[in-house]
């Protein structure tokens, strides 16, 4: 596909983040963007509005005229089944996965890319800031509403020879194209944060997961770089014998860039980084954001920047510009003179490294926990691993599973059988219900000085829309 050529590309399902963030990729390519989505408002709305990119509400022929050169069309909403996909298909018009046009864009530069079951986006982002602060020009698509500082989550920029993405282990269309996604792109540089299980209704097994990861790794071009946290027990055991350029980092003193000390004070993060290679000690490392996961995104970022030849100073200004993106420990604002952040973390080792963080920045406050769970298979495989996730939660509430529209539901996994699991570890541990009810339990519940933290990958965030209407 030569993308310089395409004039008008329609998008179905343009709300998805990642959609999104191809949509602004496009936008700057000076391609024509149209698209169609479900009526329920996302996160991305205000982006898309904001860059004066339009939809339609539902799907069907009638978005396809003018007749676009191409239809990309998100995993979601049927994906391929989806009738506008369909009716395009009828009518001969080119059709790609969301999965296929991000690779065919990020392949045409060299890609930074970040694989990982928690972590990518934060630091994907990070790099991303890092990149442009040092005026390297990166271009990137990110599924994140919004990166903080930059104001958006997709860019196309000529000038620069790096596109940052993510590199998912999900598939390019289940059930009809079953490659892995990220083994669509070419990294020149690869970062694997973590490698857990968390895509059940694709992968038969956990071996199955870890099997996909080595394939990417292998991948690698012998100039590339595979940069490895080994903190994570399972990217240790991926990387075994692997016959490419690897740097690993993390806390684990066999890293070859070490993660030293770490201090939080006044809401910002410090911490030292070591680089056995250079016996250099990089001191007082700043970070405004929260979590030792975090900083383990910092110190993959700090390594990518190095390998990229950005200079020392650099480096250090970049770390500390990065404020955060969308849903990922989040200040949402005060109610109830209590403070409330939204993430989206959704499997249970985000949901302990989300907690810890709360824990470490505010050790003195009751931390109360709200979770929507995200998937009833996600749910089930994992049940046991979730009720043992929220040991550093006060108290615990858990709203309805949120189902994926690829799956129907299932009767043998609930919130409530959770909540009653979860007990077992955390006896303030509630089952809530709806978002109606789950408000309600807030109002009952949660005293001025608490800190709230609400995660899931769901509609989770929607609680604020109301909740702030009566602070």
Known sequence: MDITKLKHVH???????????????????????????????????????????????????????????????TAAH??????????????????????????????????VGVCGVGGKTSTASMITVLLNDAGLHPSFAIGVGNIYPIGVSGRFDKKGKNFVCEADEYVVSPGVNNIPKFMLLNPKILVVTNIEYDHPDIYASFEDTK???????????????????????????????????????????????????????????????????ENRIFDNLELNIRGRFNVQNAAATFIVGNFLGIDKLDLRRGLSSYLGCRRRFEKMGEYKKALFFDDYAHH????????????????????????????????????????????????????????????????SVSSELLAKETRKNNPEAFYLGGHKKTLEWINKNVKKGDVVLTMGAGDIFHIYNNLFKHS
Request: with cysteine; net charge positive; glycine share 6%.
């Open 11 to 73: 998008l179905t399902g343009i709300k998805g983040v990642g959609m999104t963030a191809l949509a602004l990729c496009m936008r700057d390519l000076g391609i024509k963007v149209t698209g169609s989505d479900v009526e329920e408002e996302f996160v991305t709305d205000v982006f898309l509005r904001k860059n004066h990119i339009d939809w339609n509400i539902g799907f069907g022929e009638k978005n396809l005229s003018p007749r676009p050169d191409l239809l990309v069309t």
């Open 348 to 411: 249970p080792e985000e949901i302990k490294a989300a907690l810890i963080a709360a824990r470490e920045w505010f050790p003195k406050k009751r931390i109360v926990s709200i979770f929507q769970p995200h998937t009833y298979s996600r749910t089930k495989a994992l049940f046991k691993e979730f009720s043992e996730a929220f040991a550093d939660a006060d108290i615990v509430g858990f709203m309805d599973i949120y189902a994926s529209a690829r799956e129907s539901k299932d009767a």
């Open 211 to 277: 099997k996909a990861f080595r394939k990417l790794f292998e991948k690698l071009p012998s100039d590339g770089l595979l940069i490895a946290c080994i903190d994570n027990s399972n990217v240790s055991d991926a990387i075994k014998g692997l016959r490419k350029p690897v740097i690993t980092y993390g806390f684990n003193q066999k890293a070859d860039w070490q993660i030293k000390v770490i201090k939080f004070k006044a809401q910002k993060t410090f911490f030292s980084l070591y680089s056995k290679k």
């Open 78 to 111: 049927s994906g391929l089944l989806n009738p506008e996909v369909q009716s395009a298909k009828n009518l001969g018009i080119k059709i790609t996965t969301f999965a296929e046009f991000l690779a065919e864009l990020a392949n045409t530069k060299e890609v």
